[in-house]
């Protein structure tokens, strides 16, 4: 295809009958493929399969204790250090906790509507006082943290996300304006879904700036913190940057092994300051007596230090290029020049962000799905399901096999195609 705007009205209306040809003939093939989460494939499971078939060199801890029975809230000592040196974070500023790091981040923002923090009042009780607390919420985003907000009656505000962070100008903005703003979410490396990585001055800017409430927190999902595809990019210390701008207490870090070992047994993490982790530990007196031991060693006997950590990435990294690489050259190839859909080139994490001329995504997602093709829902990327352009639409590549990723990405292009020819038919 030629630019889309070189197009008479006439060839538009003819393109539109070959393409909506092509379709059809796609629709008769009956396919079933799915790439609506990032999920890890089988080829990547498999990599970490030796965790459990070499079973446990020992059950007993470091310092004496036998892992199969009760006690230790926050986590072993060796679990803490390996992903402290990880992470670079201090083993006594680190909670180990179960299998999700999702559920760690549900449970923080709980406790802050039921308890508040730092002595400042539940952020449930601003909404029995008739003004609900607010969140920033850099768009497009991850749905699963508007999805938080939303179960708990937290109203969003979506902030735009440049090409090194949210717009921190809006940031600071909103967050001196009013003190029923209590948070941001932040997906610093790699981004989901569009690979943006946070440049020192935002990291800086976020640790220091004003804030009408005392008790404004960062939400620090640092997902693909390890999850380098094509380069390597470093990440300021958040952690560290909140500490020496006087708000030791601003951030509460969050990561796991979710997509490096096994999404569903693996180990996740927060961090913050030691107030925070005070806080944190006495409430979960009343919740746990200790997450799984037993997996929290198998992950050390199994990595033993952060460099087998950074081994393991570069072995999932391999698995993911080509998948990567084929996604990037299918737009490229069926999408390049037509000025029908921009995208991003991510230089790791799990997915590539694209966007259609302004309209086109809830049709181009419609259209994939009634041909056999499941995409995440148009949409999802923003609060409440709403993107102002309906525009962006998530592509996640890890979890189709190779033959039937080619498949779905030719689908998916002439989907672009023919729902953008139909709007431009539309006008």
Same mark, same amino acid.
């Given at each position: 295809? +030629?630019? /889309?705007?070189?197009?008479?009205?006439?060839?538009?209306?003819?393109?539109? @009958? +070959?393409?909506?040809?092509?379709?059809?003939?796609?629709k008769e093939k009956g396919l079933a493929l799915n790439m609506a989460r990032g999920k890890p494939a089988a080829a990547q499971l498999d990599l970490s399969n030796e965790m459990l078939s070499n079973g446990l060199a020992s059950y007993k801890t470091e310092d004496g204790l036998d892992a199969r029975n009760y006690g230790v809230l926050d986590g072993i000592p060796e679990c803490k250090r390996l992903f402290g040196e990880l992470l670079g974070i201090p083993t006594d500023q680190i909670i180990i906790g179960g299998n999700s790091s999702l559920n760690m981040m549900y449970?923080?923002?709980?406790?802050?509507?039921?308890?508040?923090? =730092?002595?400042? +009042?539940?952020? $449930?009780?601003?909404?029995?006082?008739?003004?609900? *607390? +607010?969140?920033?919420?850099?768009?497009p985003g991850y749905d699963r943290h508007f999805t938080i907000c939303e179960a708990l009656g937290i109203e969003m505000i979506p902030v735009k996300l440049l090409e090194d962070g949210p717009d921190m100008d809006e940031v600071e903005r909103l967050a001196a304006s009013d003190e029923r703003i209590k948070g941001i979410w932040c997906v610093p490396l790699h981004s989901n879904p569009q690979g943006?990585?946070?440049?020192? =001055?935002?990291?800086?800017?976020?640790?220091?700036?004003?804030?009408?409430?005392?008790?404004?927190? /960062?939400?620090?999902?640092?997902?693909?913190?390890?999850?380098?595809?094509?380069?390597? *990019?470093?990440? $300021?210390?958040?952690? =560290?940057?909140?500490?020496? @701008?006087?708000?030791?207490?601003?951030?509460?870090?969050?990561?796991?092994?979710? #997509? /490096?070992?096994?999404?569903?047994?693996? /180990?996740?993490?927060?961090?913050?300051?030691?107030?925070?982790?005070?806080?944190? $530990? $006495?409430?979960?007196?009343? =919740?746990?007596?200790?997450?799984? #031991?037993l997996n929290q060693l198998r992950h050390v006997q199994y990595f033993k230090n952060a460099e087998g950590v950074r081994k393991h990435m570069k072995d999932l990294a391999a698995e993911l290029r080509p998948k990567f690489d084929m996604v990037l050259s299918k737009l490229e190839e069926h999408l390049g020049g037509t000025g029908l859909m921009t995208w991003s080139s991510p230089k790791g994490g799990y997915f590539v962000s694209v966007d259609t001329i302004p309209g086109c995504a809830k049709e181009t997602v419609r259209l994939a799905k009634e041909a056999g093709v499941t995409l995440t829902g148009a949409g999802a990327t923003y609060p409440y399901g709403k993107d102002p352009q309906d525009s962006n639409i998530r592509i996640a590549p890890s979890f189709p096999v190779p033959e039937e990723l080619a498949q779905a990405m030719d689908l998916f292009c002439l989907c672009v195609k023919l729902a953008g020819v139909r709007k431009l038919l539309e006008k």
């Open positions: 295809m +030629k630019e /889309i705007t070189a197009y008479s009205r006439e060839e538009l209306t003819a393109l539109e @009958a +070959k393409l909506a040809s092509e379709y059809d003939a796609w449970d923080m923002m709980a406790r802050l509507c039921l308890f508040g923090t =730092q002595g400042e +009042k539940p952020w $449930k009780a601003w909404e029995f006082e008739g003004k609900p *607390v +607010k969140f920033l919420c850099p768009s943006v990585c946070y440049s020192d =001055q935002v990291v800086d800017r976020l640790a220091s700036m004003k804030t009408a409430a005392a008790d404004f927190r /960062i939400f620090w999902d640092n997902a693909y913190g390890v999850h380098h595809i094509y380069e390597e *990019v470093a990440l $300021k210390d958040i952690l =560290q940057a909140c500490k020496e @701008a006087g708000n030791e207490n601003r951030v509460y870090y969050f990561f796991s092994t979710s #997509k /490096i070992t096994f999404p569903g047994a693996g /180990i996740a993490l927060m961090a913050s300051g030691a107030g925070n982790i005070a806080e944190v $530990k $006495k409430a979960m007196n009343a =919740q746990t007596i200790g997450h799984d #031991k």
